[in-house]
């Protein structure tokens, strides 16, 4: 998890409220993401960006959006939650070099909706 | 839509005992990547195999790709109980976003002292 925070870990949070997660990364890498993690369907990209400002949908972007207004901070917020959304929220950066591309994942953000 | 598929969901050895993991995707890659997670943590990078490599070894892992069979192995090897976590395998594509990952669900190793 070296490089990479998220905040808060852990929030409880009720229906219709507005949610912020924040990812801050301290290795300066071009790309960002966020995933959700629930039980039988893995880890599901939300969104992703590839540069200050630049971002894009991935497959579960419904209901989720994001900002990058600094390399270091990527931010994911649910505009209304909902009970769907309660999940485990995953940042995680990469930097391309070729074909390689691993990616470094942050400890993670418990979301409860209730 | 998810490209990995890990087989078996779930795998209970004995310490010292080999472990198994297959993936299988469903389009061409451009690698393919295996991950660890542990309860409660975030996942870990484990080993990368490019498209054009058809095995690859990093201490007690060891991992195999058929492109033809679009299906790729992760193999531990004298298992320890801190080898206990899920693994995920992950495919990148070609493309202009060939930087993204697609993860599958995983396969729950526990590891029995």
């Known amino acids: 998890d070296a490089g990479i925070t998220q905040s808060p870990r852990h929030k409880v949070t009720e229906t219709g409220t507005p949610v912020t997660l924040r990812c801050h990364q301290t290795e300066n890498h071009r790309y960002m993401y966020w995933y959700r993690q629930d039980p039988g369907h893995g880890l599901r990209l939300i969104h992703y960006s590839y540069g200050v400002k630049d971002t894009d949908k991935g497959e579960v972007s419904d209901g989720y959006s994001v900002s990058r207004s600094k390399t270091e901070d990527f931010l994911l917020t649910l505009e209304s939650a909902t009970s769907s959304q309660t999940s485990v929220y995953f940042c995680?950066?990469?930097?391309?070099?070729?074909?390689?591309?691993?990616?470094?994942f942050g400890p993670g953000t418990r979301l409860t909706v209730l | 839509s998810q490209q990995g598929e890990e087989d078996p969901q779930a795998l209970s050895i004995q310490e010292g005992e080999n472990a198994t993991m297959n993936c299988s995707y469903k389009t061409s890659i451009n690698n393919l990547q295996w991950y660890r997670q542990n309860s409660g943590r975030g996942l870990v990078h484990l080993i990368l195999i490019r498209s054009n490599e058809r095995e690859k070894h990093s201490g007690r892992l060891r991992v195999t790709l058929d492109t033809s069979k679009k299906s790729s192995s992760l193999l531990i090897t004298a298992s320890r109980a801190a080898d206990t976590a899920s693994y995920f395998c992950a495919t990148a594509h070609p493309g202009g976003s060939n930087y993204k990952l697609t993860f599958g669900k995983g396969t729950l190793l526990t590891v029995n002292p």
């Open positions: 995680a950066i990469s930097e391309r070099s070729g074909t390689v591309n691993e990616q470094f």
